[in-house]
């Protein structure tokens, strides 16, 4: 059963970083396409930051310049490294993993930034 477990959230001061990781129990991760989404409340899930399995990066405009996605497919893991975070950045972060049909979310980690 494939699973993707995130961590690295939680109380983060306006201006500070966090990085998420999301670690995928899959045999093939190397084949797939990962993205990081967040979901604040009363607002849509939205892509954050999205990586492929060839490691062509593409990110939201909100977050170009001060996140950075990363994968290391030695130890199925994604990673989203958050810099000069603010208000805006709160959210649940969502792991997600594609191939195809094969499409597949995470639990969810909670970011909060505080002003």
């Known amino acids: 059963q494939v699973q993707l477990v995130e961590s690295g959230g939680g109380l983060v001061q306006a201006g500070g970083s966090l990085r998420l990781s999301c670690l995928v129990s899959?045999?093939?991760?190397?084949?797939?396409?990962m993205g990081w989404y967040r979901q604040a409340p009363g607002k849509q899930r939205e892509l954050v930051a999205a990586?492929?399995?060839?490691?062509?990066?593409n990110y939201a405009d909100s977050v170009k310049g001060r996140f950075t996605i990363s994968r290391d497919n030695a130890k199925n893991t994604v990673y989203l490294q958050m810099n000069s975070l603010n208000a805006g950045d709160t959210a649940v972060y969502y792991c997600?993993?594609?191939?195809?049909?094969?499409?597949?979310w995470g639990q969810g980690t909670q970011v909060t930034v505080s002003s």
């Open positions: 990586i492929s399995s060839g490691g062509s990066t």
């Open positions: 899959i045999r093939t991760f190397s084949n797939y396409a």
């Open positions: 997600n993993a594609k191939s195809g049909p094969f499409d597949r």
